[in-house]
């Protein structure tokens, strides 16, 4: 894989990720996500934005050598933060989470445009990153979005 097939891949899964989106009204955006037990889909929105904010932050850390969520000696666990992010997230309106997803997305299109093929896809290139910025970027972004365009039905 290189850049151009990574933000081809992006582009392309995002884009029926945000016209189920945009096919939502705000009685179904506070309605229960099929399949998501005890979320909206509102949630699930909030929820990608965050973890098209977390493959930034990747990014940028990596290119910085800073670990971006530095302080912790516990193994990771998605479905602990996963819950933590509905929590923080659930009294922002429904027209915020959309607007933010949007924004996230593109900031991660841009950070991932700005990056060098040595950024995105050198194998761990920090103790704190498992494997390289791209398969991080791809876990959360092109893998990550067909995941919920269901729980959006």
């Known amino acids: 894989m290189?850049?151009?097939?990574?933000l081809s891949a992006m582009r392309d899964t995002h884009a029926a990720f945000a016209a189920a989106v945009a096919a939502l009204d705000g009685k179904a955006l506070a309605g229960d996500a099929p399949g998501m037990d005890g979320w909206t889909r509102k949630d699930v929105i909030a929820h990608v934005e965050w973890?098209?904010?977390h493959s930034v932050e990747v990014i940028l850390g990596s290119r910085s050598s800073v670990d971006p969520y530095p302080g912790g000696e516990e193994p990771w666990d998605a479905d602990a933060w996963n819950a933590r992010i509905v929590a923080e997230h659930r009294h922002r309106s429904a027209a915020d989470v959309i607007r933010g997803e949007a924004d996230?997305?593109?900031d991660l299109?841009?950070?991932?445009?700005?990056?060098?093929g040595q950024e995105?896809?050198?194998p761990d290139p920090h103790p704190w990153l498992d494997g390289t910025v791209a398969e991080t970027v791809i876990e959360d972004s092109s893998n990550h979005y067909p995941e919920h365009v269901p729980?959006?039905?």
């Not at 290189?2 to 990574?6: A, F, G, Q």
């Not at 299109?109 to 060098?116: D, F, H, L, S, Y």
């Open 151 to 153: 729980h959006l039905a």
């Open 51 to 53: 973890w098209n904010r």
């Open 109 to 116: 299109v841009a950070a991932v445009e700005t990056a060098t």
């Open 104 to 106: 996230s997305f593109a």
């Open 2 to 6: 290189d850049k151009t097939t990574l």
């Open 120 to 122: 995105l896809f050198t």
